[in-house]
């Protein structure tokens, strides 16, 4: 009955936005109809089988699809894909299909049309999945509980290979998201560079830097007491070394003999105490013979001192006497005194430089899992 259909008008690809992970596409397919004579088919309504194959001859249809077409001077319009939907059948328009046509019961046209590269680039099959996603799509994606599965041509970004045949993508590693924050790429050339580190730390290299000035001014000690008094919000502590004085030659009278009087000494309180009375020497025989003098004396004091041996004395400013040198100690009173001052000053501070503690990028975050269209 019908010899032939001419594609006078070609395929067009119509697309649909849907909201699920399903095939959406549906195809417009207008052509003409005419018998074996190469008349334009009667009016009417027919009966239209198509059917998709991955093969130009033989093979088994993987979609069919049955529609009552109207035909108005030989020219048909059918929306394929509206009765039996692609996804239903798995189709996804990634790789070469021929569409197969038959009219009424009649046997099925040869030679079959082969769909064009431009239905393919108007269709997001060959670079989509369903719903017109880009293959390559990566998703926040959620679930209640483990009764969800992942989508239907989805697949976890672990960093695992693709492996289904009917991906574009069968054979590539999808990329490791787990884990990381996605950074936008500043091309196309960029897409899949890797950066950064899970935590940071700073160097700090602080600037050599000078105290706030206090003015002239200087600091009151009074030893024994180890700090100055406070001027401007600051003293001073006040530790000297032990010291020595000066060694100088000298000696110690340990006593005086007076002729005609006594022979006497001093206390430890600084006292005289007598050692011997003697009124005129030894007895009335001896008058005028004192034999710790040595020598007759007319008249006069004689005083008695220790060596000449040369020796000094340690002090510590924060004892108040001196050492112990030969069974005595000197008595060190210091008066009161003020620091020299150095007028308006103020002290270097020099901070070496450090390393910030060691401290995770990690903010407060809701984990997601990462997921990849294949397909």
Known sequence: MLKQILLTLGLLILLTQMATAQVPETINFQGALKDGAGQALADGTYKLTFKLYQTETGGSALWIEEQSVVVTDGILNAILGKVTTFASANIIFNKPFWLGISVQDDAEMTPRFELSSSPYALNP???TGGGGMPVGTVIDWWRPNNNFPVPTGFKICDG???SDNDSPLNGFNVPDLRNKFIRGAESLE???????SATHKHAVDPLSAASNSAGDHAHSVDPPNAQSTNH????????????????VAHQHQWSTFTPSESWHTWTNGGGITTLIDWDNGIGNDGSGNYPLARKAL???????????NRHDHTINIG???????GSHVHQTDI???NSSSTGSH???VDIASFDAETVSHTPEYYGLLKLIKIK
């Open 125 to 127: 099959a060959a670079t």
């Open 298 to 308: 007319t008249g006069g004091t004689v005083a008695h001192y220790t060596s000449i």
């Open 319 to 325: 004892n108040i006497n001196s050492t112990i040198a």
């Open 335 to 337: 008066s009161p005194f």
């Open 346 to 348: 103020s002290h270097d």
């Open 190 to 196: 960029d897409i899949g560079e890797t950066g950064g």
């Open 232 to 247: 401007s919000g600051h003293q001073h502590s006040v530790n000297p070394p032990s010291t020595a004085t000066s060694e």
């Open 160 to 162: 695992g290979t693709v």
